[in-house]
């Protein structure tokens, strides 16, 4: 497991044990499955708090963004 992840993996625990909700934003076909996973667990696991939002925002392009309707 890379440093990075392990630091993000521990950041999202403290927040969900500091009431925040946690959400993630962007496209995924581009990010590996195992962050997605991590990602969406911390969703389901924070999905009732109540103290904050914190809303993670990744891989959109500005390209992708002139071919969306």
């Known amino acids: 497991m890379s440093l990075a992840y392990e630091d993000s ?3 999202a625990k403290e927040l969900i044990k500091e009431n925040i909700k946690i959400i993630v934003l962007g496209i995924e076909d581009r990010v590996v499955p ?10 389901e696991d924070s999905k009732n708090n109540t103290g904050g939002t914190l809303a993670l925002c990744f891989n959109y392009g500005g390209g ?3 071919l969306m309707p």
């Open 9 to 11: 993996y521990k950041d």
């Open 34 to 43: 195992k962050l997605i996973k991590a990602c969406r667990d911390a969703e």
């Open 64 to 66: 992708l963004k002139s």
